[in-house]
């Protein structure tokens, strides 16, 4: 069989720059991530033929449904709306382990959950933890294209706070020479979150997708480092 008659597999990706973690592009310009690297180095490692398509956030977790794609990165099944239960979907083990917190401007590293009332976020991303004030209407949501623009909204204080992660502010604002002005609000709840590798149709390559990665620790030590991306929980 030629590399002709191998299936190319499809990756599925957000169209967003979210450096360090991923920056995908529909332009077709190929810009160096995480995510990137790591799928990359897992699908060559395996001589698999195959293509990072970037879509639109809107209608994330219809992906599999909308774009026939073969795999979805990354993903987890906190994002999706129906919980999950009506795709058969497998997910990985988890790649990075993250945080999903409230983060703000550094002197009001103190503020309370019911002191917030603007949340700034990457267009249609799922503010998970937000979801019930923004509901009532005690939280109003605002969204952007770009983390470089949430940042500059929130150092201006056009908004209150963002959910975005602190890898992504940190890069920014290291970008900006403004390196520890947002923080993490320590007294709103916070927590952990990952990123998976999901598939409806492959589990078998999801498994050893997971032995990949249990092999090649120091291969993502490595990718940490060069990206700056910092676990948290460890």
Request: no cysteine.
């Amino acid at each position: 069989m030629n590399a002709q008659d191998t299936p190319e597999y499809v990756i599925g990706v957000e169209d967003v720059n979210y450096y360090p973690l991923f920056h995908f592009s529909a332009s077709g310009v190929k810009h160096p991530s995480f995510a990137r690297d790591i799928l990359t180095a897992f699908f060559e490692d395996k001589q698999y033929r195959y293509r990072f398509v970037p879509l639109p956030i809107r209608r994330f977790d219809k992906w599999f449904i909308d774009h026939n794609i073969d795999f979805k990165f990354p993903d987890n099944q906190r994002w999706r709306a129906d919980g999950g239960k009506t795709l058969n979907l497998t997910y990985s083990e988890p790649v990075l382990t993250l945080m999903a917190g409230t983060y703000v401007l550094k002197q009001n590293a103190n503020i309370k959950k019911s002191q917030i009332n603007s949340l700034m976020t990457i267009r249609d991303f799922y503010p998970t933890l937000w979801l019930e004030p923004i509901a009532q209407g005690q939280v109003t949501l605002h969204e952007e294209a770009s983390p470089v623009s949430i940042i500059r909204h929130l150092l201006m204080s056009n908004v209150q706070a963002t959910n975005i992660d602190s890898n992504v502010i940190r890069h920014q604002l290291k970008e900006m020479n403004k390196q520890g002005e947002i923080v993490l609000a320590e007294n709103i709840f916070h927590e952990q979150y990952t990123f998976h590798l999901s598939t409806i149709n492959h589990p078998e390559i999801i498994n050893e997708f997971n032995a990949f990665i249990k092999r090649e620790r120091s291969l993502i030590e490595r990718l940490k480092k060069k990206y700056e991306i910092k676990e948290e929980w460890d």
